[in-house]
C-alpha cells in the first residue's frame, strides 16, 4: 500500500449541514490529484479534512499512514508531513519574507537560524523570489506572496502539499506564474492535492481529477475525464467552465 | 507668589511624583495581570472565559474608590496592615488588569483566525503560535489603545486619597488647608496633571494614526 492519503466512505457535517456523504478516493505518492466542482460541493472541506484542520465524523481517512479518525492522532506530527497553501495567502505581515519560510523549521525542527536561512533562501529560489527575501508581504504583488506561502511550506519538507484554490484570488497574468511554480513542483515528484478552478491546468498537470458533486465523487478519472465527461452533471460543469 | 511658597510648591511636586509611582505600579501590574486575562478571555476553554469574564465584570462594576477602600481596609481586617502605597497599588493593579484584560482581548481578535489556521499548520504549537505570530501582531494593535488607557490610569490613581495615600492630589489638598488658596492651588495641580495626561493621549494619538495608516 503505496497510497499518502485514502478516504474510505467519509461524512463531514457542519451542525444540520452534510457536507461529505461518503467520500472515498485515494492519492498514490507522487500523484497529483486536482479536486473540482461547484462551489458548496464539499472539495474545499475535504482538502482541510486531510490536514487535520476539519475533524471526519464518519468513515475512514488515512493521511501519511496516520488513522485521521480515531482520536489520538498527532496532528502536529502530521502537519511536519503535510503542508497547506491557502486562497487568502495568510502570510505573518510582521515577518519578513524569509522569516516567514524559516519560522517553522527554527522552532518547530529546532534549526539553527544559519541552517534555517540556507535552506529557506533554497525555497525561495524555487519560487523565483530569492532576491525579495527582506522584503515585508505587503510590499509584494498577490502573486508574490503566494509563492512565498509555498516556499514557507515547502520549507518543513513535506511528503505531502495541499493547495487550496491557491490562484482564485489573482489576476490571469499573476495565476500563470503561481501555476508554474506548482507544475515544477509537480515535476519533481511532490504528491499534491489541489483544489482548483483552472480547468485547463487541472487537466495538463494531474494524474487524476475528481469531480466533486453534492458532497460526493461523483465522477473521477485521468486527464481525458473533462473532454469525456459521463454524467449530465460533469457535463454541465465542463460547459459552463471552459 | 500667588500666596503659596516654593516650599509649598515642592511640596506638591513631591505629591506628583508619588502619583506617578502609584501609575507605574498600576500599570505594571495591571500589564502583568491583564496579559492572561486577555489570552483567557479571547482563547480560553468555556470555563476559563466564564471565570475571567466574571472577574472583569465584578471590577468593571465597582467604583475604584470603593476597590481602594476594600484593599486598605479590608486586607488590614484580615490581619495584615498595609501601608497605604501597597493597598492602592494592589487596588489600581486590579482596576487596570480588568480594563486593559478586555482592550487586548480585542486586540487579539484583531487578528485575523487565517493567521492562528497557517501557523497551526505549519506544526507550531499552541504558546508557540501566540508568542511568535499572533502577539506581535496583537501588540501593533495594542500601543494606541494602551497608551491612551495610560490617561486613565493616571487620572484615576487620585482616587487614592480616599485612603489617605499621599500623592498629587493629597498634597494639594494639603497646601489648600494652610494657604486658603484653592483656585491657585488646584489649578496647579490640573497643569500638572495635564502635563503627565497630555504627552501621552498625543502620543496614543499620533501610534494611532501612523499604525492605521498601514
Known amino acids: ?242 | 507668589m500667588l500666596g503659596i511658597s516654593f516650599d509649598q510648591i515642592g511640596f506638591i511636586l513631591e505629591g506628583m511624583g508619588w502619583t506617578l509611582v502609584l501609575s507605574l505600579m498600576g500599570f505594571v501590574g495591571g500589564a502583568l495581570a491583564g496579559l492572561p486575562i486577555a489570552l483567557a478571555l479571547s482563547r480560553g476553554g468555556r470555563l476559563l472565559r466564564s471565570v475571567t469574564g466574571a472577574y472583569v465584570q465584578l471590577i468593571q462594576g465597582i467604583p475604584l474608590p470603593v476597590i481602594m477602600f476594600l484593599c486598605f481596609f479590608g486586607i488590614s481586617i484580615a490581619g495584615f496592615d498595609l501601608p497605604s502605597l501597597v493597598a492602592a497599588g494592589l487596588a489600581m493593579t486590579a482596576y487596570a488588569s480588568a480594563y486593559l484584560g478586555e482592550i487586548w482581548k480585542g486586540c487579539i481578535q484583531a487578528v485575523p483566525r487565517t493567521q492562528w489556521e497557517a501557523a497551526e499548520c505549519l506544526a507550531l504549537r499552541p504558546l508557540q503560535r501566540v508568542v511568535h505570530v499572533i502577539l506581535p501582531q496583537a501588540v501593533r494593535i495594542a500601543i494606541a489603545p494602551t497608551v491612551g488607557f495610560l490617561v486613565q490610569i493616571v487620572k484615576n490613581s487620585s482616587y487614592a486619597v480616599v485612603i489617605g495615600f499621599f500623592d498629587l492630589t493629597y498634597s494639594a489638598r494639603v497646601v489648600n488647608n494652610s494657604t486658603f488658596k484653592p483656585f491657585v492651588v488646584f489649578t496647579l495641580a490640573a497643569l500638572l496633571y495635564f502635563a503627565i495626561c497630555y504627552p501621552l493621549s498625543s502620543l496614543a494619538y499620533r501610534l494611532e494614526k501612523r499604525l492605521g495608516r498601514r
Not at chain 1, 467520500?23 to 500523484?31: E, I, M, T, W
Not at chain 1, 519560510?101 to 524555487?126: C, F, I, N, W
Not at chain 1, 490571469?172 to 506564474?177: F, V
Not at chain 1, 458532497?215 to 471552459?242: C, I, K, M, Y
Open chain 1, 1 to 242: 500500500m503505496d497510497d499518502i492519503v485514502r478516504f474510505h466512505e467519509v461524512c463531514k457535517s457542519f451542525g444540520d449541514v452534510q457536507i461529505l456523504k461518503g467520500v472515498s478516493f485515494s492519492v498514490g505518492r507522487g500523484q497529483v490529484v486536482a479536486l473540482i466542482g461547484r462551489s458548496g460541493s464539499g472539495k474545499t472541506t475535504a482538502l482541510r479534512c486531510i490536514n487535520g484542520l476539519e475533524t471526519i465524523q464518519a468513515g475512514q481517512l488515512h493521511v501519511c499512514g496516520r488513522e485521521m479518525h480515531s482520536n489520538t492522532v498527532d496532528l502536529l506530527a502530521l502537519r511536519q508531513e503535510v503542508g497547506i497553501v491557502f486562497q487568502s495567502y495568510n502570510l505573518f505581515p510582521h515577518l519578513t519574507v524569509l522569516q516567514n519560510v524559516t519560522l517553522a523549521p527554527r522552532k518547530v525542527k529546532g534549526m539553527s537560524r544559519k541552517h534555517a536561512e540556507d535552506l529557506g533562501m533554497q525555497m525561495l529560489q524555487k519560487v523565483g523570489l530569492e532576491e525579495r527575501a527582506n522584503y515585508y508581504p505587503e510590499q509584494l504583488s498577490g502573486g508574490q506572496q503566494q509563492r512565498v506561502a509555498i516556499a514557507r511550506s515547502l520549507a518543513m519538507e513535506p511528503k505531502l502539499m495541499l493547495f487550496d484554490e491557491v490562484t482564485s484570488a489573482l489576476d490571469p497574468q499573476l495565476t500563470g506564474e503561481v501555476l508554474r511554480v506548482i507544475e515544477r513542483l509537480a515535476q519533481d515528484g511532490m504528491t499534491m492535492v489541489l483544489v482548483t478552478h483552472e480547468m485547463a491546468f487541472a487537466r495538463s498537470v494531474a494524474d487524476q481529477i475528481l469531480f466533486m458533486h453534492q458532497g460526493v465523487v461523483w465522477e473521477h478519472g485521468n486527464s481525458d475525464l473533462l473532454s469525456r465527461p459521463a454524467t449530465p452533471e460533469l457535463q454541465q460543469f465542463v460547459a459552463n467552465g471552459l
